[in-house]
């Protein structure tokens, strides 16, 4: 006690008494005893009743943020150079237990100037462990290598096969709603992702006519996106995975249009096998997938005004092997991994964009740094495409 006052503290409250008023202490100490015994009271009462009390954690959310790197160094006859530097964080917030955001911008260079995009921002309500309701951008659920092998810290080489990239079969991102999930029968397991979105737009200019703008932030008429893939894995051990997916949106063309109710029809398959070769203390992968479009007829118009149409059925596929000796003792020989592959894009004759068949064969010297941290070095042909040597860095975080 100072300067005639007396303090006391309750809690972190201080409570500042002059001295002169000693007559309300014990009236105050009272009170303060009561509304103890009071919130006692409601405390046991509501863990009776199971009423949820509020607690510090209200209101608050769980962020992280993973992610990768990547540069890429090209060669060949016409140019050497140090080409894409994309840099590209993925955002996670776990609003509570049933809900969480995950999305992801892209920051790129390919394109000699730098380029910003949003990848996906997708909304996700978890009902139960066998199902995932979602809603916004989201990568693409029909295939498997967008979305899943494509990505740069699981594909074995810096580029896509030809039909899997910009200007292919498919959606890079899709936006609409989903639902996904999985679940067991005995020793067998089943995955599931189903949505319904904006789907792809029909272009009918001259030099693109045929093909489709997938970037579909909006609609373009009534007609929507039906479609999803159903996985399979038959083996107890997971080791194998054969998928199937499809695509449908019955309006492709702008509303009012000529095109507006050109129909768009896909199916893939794709196979993921995951082994050992024990004599070559070596794990094995195989990875493939094949996809087929097939468009409704249409009549397209040349820049001159000439009047024409064509099979609008294109189809593309890829196969890649990789093995890495993961199990010998060398630490040097362990991180490396050899991968091969080869993909064909067959391509309408007569379209403007297409010209027919293409193939590419790509064959990469990996060396793993850490799970999600690689160097790759790549040697690729492909047909009527200077041959090429790529150098590409990828740290995940």
Avoid at 48 to 57: A, E, G, M, Q, V
Avoid at 172 to 188: H, K, L, S, Y
Avoid at 351 to 362: E, K, N
Wanted: glycine share 12%; proline share 4%; with cysteine.
């Amino acid at each position: 006690m100072a300067g005639g006052e007396l303090y006391t503290h309750i809690g972190k409250i201080e409570i500042k008494i002059n001295t002169m008023n000693k007559i309300f202490l014990p009236l105050l100490v009272l009170l303060l005893f009561s509304g103890s015994l009071l919130q006692a009271q409601i405390e046991n009462d509501s863990t009776k009743s199971n009423i949820p009390t509020s607690s510090s954690s209200d209101g608050q959310n769980k962020f992280a943020i993973f992610g990768n790197a990547e540069m890429t160094f090209i060669a060949d006859k016409n140019n050497v150079q140090f080409g894409n530097v994309n840099f590209k964080p993925i955002f996670l917030w776990k609003i509570s237990d049933k809900l969480f955001v995950e999305a992801e911008p892209e920051f790129e260079t390919g394109g000699g100037t730098l380029d910003i995009g949003l990848e996906y921002a997708n909304m996700c309500l978890i009902v139960n462990q066998y199902l995932i309701l979602h809603a916004g951008r989201f990568l693409p659920k029909f295939g498997a290598y967008r979305g899943r092998m494509g990505e740069g810290f699981v594909n074995r080489f810096p580029t896509d096969p030809v039909g899997f990239g910009d200007g292919g079969i498919g959606a890079m991102n899709e936006v609409g709603i989903g639902a996904q999930g999985g679940f067991g029968a005995g020793n067998v397991k089943f995955n599931y992702d189903l949505y319904v979105s904006n789907g792809p737009m029909l272009l009918t200019d001259s030099a693109n006519a045929g093909q489709f703008e997938y970037e579909g932030y909006v609609g373009n008429n009534k007609g929507k996106a039906v479609g999803g893939r159903i996985g399979f894995l038959p083996l107890s051990n997971s080791s194998v995975e054969i998928g199937f997916s499809f695509q449908n949106k019955m309006k492709t063309g702008d509303a009012g249009s000529p095109y507006e109710n050109v129909g768009l029809h896909m199916q893939a398959i794709d196979f993921n096998y995951f082994g050992h070769i024990n004599p070559m203390k070596s794990d094995v992968r195989l990875i493939a997938e094949w996809k087929h479009q097939n468009v409704d007829n249409a009549i397209y118009y040349k820049a001159n005004g000439t009047a024409y149409t064509f099979d609008n059925s294109p189809s593309a596929y890829y196969v890649t092997g990789a093995v890495r000796p993961a199990h010998v003792h060398s630490v040097f020989l362990h991180n490396l991994e050899l991968a091969a592959r080869y993909s064909q894009f067959k391509r309408p004759v007569d379209a403007p964009w297409g010209g027919g068949d293409t193939h590419q064969f790509a064959v990469s010297l990996d060396y793993w740094l850490k799970w999600n941290s690689l160097v790759k070095f790549t040697y690729q042909s492909q047909l009527n495409e200077a041959t090429a040597f790529y150098m590409q860095v990828v740290f995940g975080f």
